[in-house]
């Protein structure tokens, strides 16, 4: 089973507008964290926000936002007032457990964000 | 401060030939990854490191070998090269100090395998 799912390939949304990017994670260890990353078409990874699993609030970060619905196992992607600089493809990523040697991050498979203006 | 660098940034290999992707952090993380993105497929993991003269299989090991020798570096070394290793390799770190920590990446290699 994928522990972390994309199910949008693709999202179109209009500049000024906000847009969620949906994400779902499948994970029976009650700590872990999760990071949303952006990857341009110039290729590099950009760290946007993070949630850790008992986080009371929310993340936010700037126009990022976090919808962290836990009993759904969902942490969906929040962009408010979208700009053309956002078009990239987002990545929603986990880590399971608490810090331990060496625990890599799981990558689902992206959401391939374009804003028009 | 450059953070994660990697070379060469892209590589046309023959099959079977062989070759080392270099990665150097001056961040001084004990950390460090070796991740395969195939397009539509996301980031997935081939080795990691939490130190040097440490370093364990993640989920994609197979044609590949690594080695630690100091907290600076992690070569990635591909033997006779497959077609089906044709993707872009990012190396990346991670502050072991920091629970919460988000991986800081590489610029990645473009790798072709004809």
């Known amino acids: 089973a994928q522990k972390i799912t994309q199910t949008q390939p693709g999202m179109f949304v209009q500049e000024k507008e906000a847009v969620t990017l949906d994400c779902t994670y499948d994970?029976?260890?009650?700590?872990?964290?999760l990071f949303w990353y952006k990857q341009p078409s110039s290729g590099e990874m950009i760290f946007l926000i993070y949630?850790?699993?008992?986080?009371?609030q929310n993340a936010t970060e700037g126009r990022y936002s976090l919808n962290f619905q836990k009993a759904r196992k969902s942490a969906n992607l929040v962009i408010s007032a979208s700009q053309l600089g956002d078009s990239a493809m987002y990545f929603c990523a986990m880590r399971e457990g608490r810090l331990q040697a060496g625990t890599a991050l799981i990558f689902g498979k992206g959401t391939t964000l374009s804003v028009s203006s | 401060n450059a953070g994660v660098t990697q070379t060469p940034k892209f590589r046309i290999l023959k099959i079977g030939q062989s070759m080392t992707l270099q990665c150097t952090q001056d961040m001084n993380h004990n950390y460090m990854y070796w991740y395969r993105q195939d397009p539509g497929m996301g980031l997935k993991l081939i080795y990691y490191s939490v130190g040097a003269g440490i370093t364990d299989k993640g989920e994609v090991p197979n044609g590949y070998n690594v080695s630690r020798s100091t907290t600076e570096d992690f070569p990635l070394r591909l033997e006779l090269a497959a077609p089906s290793q044709t993707s872009v390799y990012f190396c990346?770190?991670?502050?072991?100090?920091?629970?919460?920590?988000?991986?800081?990446f590489g610029n990645g290699t473009r790798l072709t395998v004809t």
């Open positions: 990346a770190i991670r502050d072991s100090r920091v629970e919460n920590s988000p991986l800081h």
């Open positions: 949630q850790g699993s008992y986080d009371q």
């Open positions: 994970t029976s260890d009650p700590s872990y964290g």
